[in-house]
């Protein structure tokens, strides 16, 4: 007993480089995560697993080992998709270890010159830019449309680019045909008004699926929600705190408290799993800023997943039949970051004609990850093979999902196999049910 009192005071306030992993120490090395752990499950090593990560970002706070390319090889592998904190019954808060062992590996081993170029133009001249991230994705649009992807990949051109461009150009997903633009920024409610809420607008969701944006609206307006999309927002963080950069992550989170604030809305409701996650922990990424503490902490309360929202109550007027059978796939940080598992799947039950067929390690994460299949290539490639091949055994006509980066991946693999499978985000489906009530 005296032991472990004096163990515990040992480690209290453990930090790495001044941000605290004293989180660490809630675990008790019992193994119930090992068999929840995609990189384990692939690999079967210890260094690969939560606990043996953990075991690692607390011996390098401690100062007992370096950050060596061994040790950056294996924190580099987790997916962060908490997985693991769904299964423990410590309760260890696994994303915040693996966001700050993140950070210091980006400050002592930030990579090569075309690494840190890449990192750069996506985490701050595009994420953080609406404008260049809309006439990127543009660009990629007609990059694929008008026949040079098709070019650039026969002639073989890709093999003089360094090897890492060829990879990202191999993975670039064919982007969706349509694109709508912004929303207004005040959608009235319909009907009897249940709440004034604001909607987060994204940066990836806006510029490539700026659709679901638009359904979302209408979801909410005709659920009673008066929606305010302000136009000032920008990225929440939520990438860049994944990725190591916490000091950009800090300033978004504050830029975003700041602009919903204004707003004057009574939930902030996000339709992308990682966003609605990581503004969910606004309270704990600021808890030591002295002007923004209690602020994030109100706000990190009012942030809602559109599932979450809509769920809380039986859904207004009618929907029209959708004869489709379909199958769901958990987002990781819907189902493991927020702990949302029952709402999609009754909202997709509620609208007539559905058939929900259950989908074998439907949350187990696709290998997207953010930029995970990006960044971690092979891995996210066999994670992907694994998903659709479950997919396909379900005999599903399409899969929902509720996150881009899901949507993304999930269309890769199946484009990959030649499956005729199609994705939805989950407010497409529901509109689609509401447009076809109009219709009846």
């Given at each position: 007993?005296?032991?472990?009192?004096?163990?515990?005071?040992?480690?209290?306030?453990?930090?790495?480089?001044?941000?605290?992993?004293?989180?660490?120490?809630?675990?008790?090395?019992?193994?119930?995560?090992?068999?929840?752990?995609?990189?384990?499950?692939?690999l079967?090593?210890?260094?690969?697993?939560?606990?043996?990560?953990?075991?690692?970002?607390?011996?390098?706070?401690?100062?007992?080992?370096?950050?060596?390319?061994?040790?950056?090889?294996?924190?580099?592998?987790?997916?962060?998709?908490?997985?693991?904190?769904?299964?423990?019954?410590?309760?260890?808060?696994?994303?915040?270890?693996?966001?700050?062992?993140?950070?210091?590996?980006?400050?002592?081993?930030?990579?090569?010159?075309?690494?840190?170029?890449?990192?750069?133009?996506?985490?701050?001249?595009?994420?953080a830019?609406?404008?260049?991230?809309?006439?990127?994705?543009?660009?990629l649009?007609?990059?694929?449309?008008?026949?040079?992807q098709?070019?650039?990949?026969?002639?073989?051109?890709?093999?003089?680019?360094?090897?890492?461009?060829?990879?990202?150009?191999?993975l670039?997903?064919?982007?969706?045909?349509?694109?709508?633009?912004?929303?207004?920024?005040?959608?009235?409610?319909?009907?009897?008004?249940?709440?004034?809420?604001?909607?987060?607008?994204?940066?990836?969701?806006?510029?490539?699926?700026?659709?679901?944006?638009?359904?979302?609206?209408?979801?909410?307006?005709?659920?009673?929600?008066?929606?305010?999309?302000?136009?000032?927002?920008?990225?929440?963080?939520?990438?860049?705190a994944?990725?190591?950069?916490?000091?950009r992550?800090?300033?978004?989170?504050?830029?975003?408290?700041?602009?919903?604030?204004?707003?004057?809305?009574?939930?902030?409701?996000?339709?992308?799993?990682?966003?609605?996650?990581?503004?969910?922990?606004?309270?704990?990424?600021?808890?030591?800023?002295?002007?923004?503490?209690?602020?994030?902490?109100?706000?990190?309360?009012?942030?809602?997943?559109?599932?979450?929202?809509?769920?809380?109550?039986?859904?207004?007027?009618?929907?029209?039949?959708?004869?489709?059978?379909?199958?769901?796939?958990?987002?990781?940080?819907?189902?493991?970051?927020?702990?949302?598992?029952?709402?999609?799947?009754?909202?997709?039950?509620?609208?007539?004609?559905?058939?929900?067929?259950?989908?074998?390690?439907?949350?187990w994460?696709?290998?997207?990850?953010?930029?995970?299949?990006?960044?971690?290539?092979?891995?996210?490639?066999?994670?992907?093979?694994?998903?659709?091949?479950?997919?396909?055994?379900?005999?599903?006509?399409?899969?929902?999902?509720?996150?881009p980066?899901?949507?993304?991946?999930?269309?890769h693999?199946?484009?990959?196999?030649?499956?005729?499978?199609?994705?939805?985000?989950?407010?497409?489906?529901?509109?689609?049910?509401?447009?076809?009530?109009?219709?009846?």
């Amino acid at each position: 007993m005296l032991e472990t009192a004096a163990t515990d005071t040992a480690f209290r306030g453990l930090t790495l480089n001044g941000l605290s992993v004293e989180g660490v120490n809630q675990c008790v090395h019992c193994g119930l995560c090992l068999s929840y752990c995609p990189t384990y499950s692939e690999l079967g090593t210890e260094m690969d697993s939560p606990r043996g990560r953990i075991f690692l970002i607390k011996s390098l706070a401690e100062q007992r080992i370096a950050l060596t390319d061994s040790v950056v090889n294996h924190l580099g592998l987790c997916l962060d998709c908490r997985a693991c904190e769904t299964a423990c019954p410590s309760g260890v808060p696994y994303g915040r270890l693996i966001e700050v062992a993140r950070a210091e590996i980006e400050r002592q081993r930030p990579g090569s010159r075309l690494r840190q170029a890449f990192r750069r133009v996506n985490l701050e001249l595009l994420l953080a830019n609406p404008a260049a991230l809309s006439l990127l994705t543009n660009l990629l649009r007609f990059y694929q449309r008008s026949g040079l992807q098709s070019l650039v990949r026969g002639s073989g051109m890709l093999g003089l680019f360094p090897q890492m461009l060829g990879e990202w150009e191999r993975l670039l997903p064919k982007l969706p045909d349509t694109h709508e633009g912004p929303l207004p920024e005040l959608t009235p409610a319909q009907g009897e008004k249940r709440a004034r809420v604001g909607l987060l607008a994204g940066c990836v969701q806006q510029a490539v699926f700026g659709s679901h944006n638009h359904a979302t609206a209408r979801l909410l307006a005709r659920n009673g929600a008066e929606v305010v999309t302000p136009g000032a927002q920008r990225c929440c963080g939520a990438l860049h705190a994944h990725a190591g950069a916490r000091a950009r992550a800090v300033a978004l989170a504050r830029q975003t408290i700041d602009c919903f604030e204004g707003a004057r809305v009574d939930a902030v409701i996000a339709n992308t799993s990682g966003c609605g996650a990581h503004m969910k922990g606004y309270a704990h990424l600021l808890q030591d800023d002295p002007d923004y503490a209690e602020r994030a902490e109100r706000f990190s309360k009012r942030v809602q997943d559109i599932a979450e929202f809509l769920g809380r109550e039986p859904l207004r007027g009618v929907l029209g039949r959708v004869e489709m059978r379909v199958t769901y796939h958990d987002p990781c940080h819907v189902v493991h970051g927020q702990k949302i598992r029952t709402e999609p799947r009754r909202l997709l039950r509620a609208i007539p004609g559905i058939t929900v067929t259950e989908l074998h390690e439907a949350d187990w994460c696709c290998g997207s990850a953010g930029i995970y299949n990006l960044t971690q290539p092979e891995m996210a490639e066999r994670l992907l093979r694994r998903k659709v091949a479950n997919l396909e055994a379900t005999g599903a006509e399409a899969v929902v999902t509720a996150n881009p980066g899901c949507i993304i991946q999930i269309l890769h693999g199946l484009e990959m196999r030649g499956g005729k499978m199609r994705v939805y985000h989950l407010v497409e489906i529901l509109d689609l049910a509401y447009r076809q009530g109009e219709r009846a």
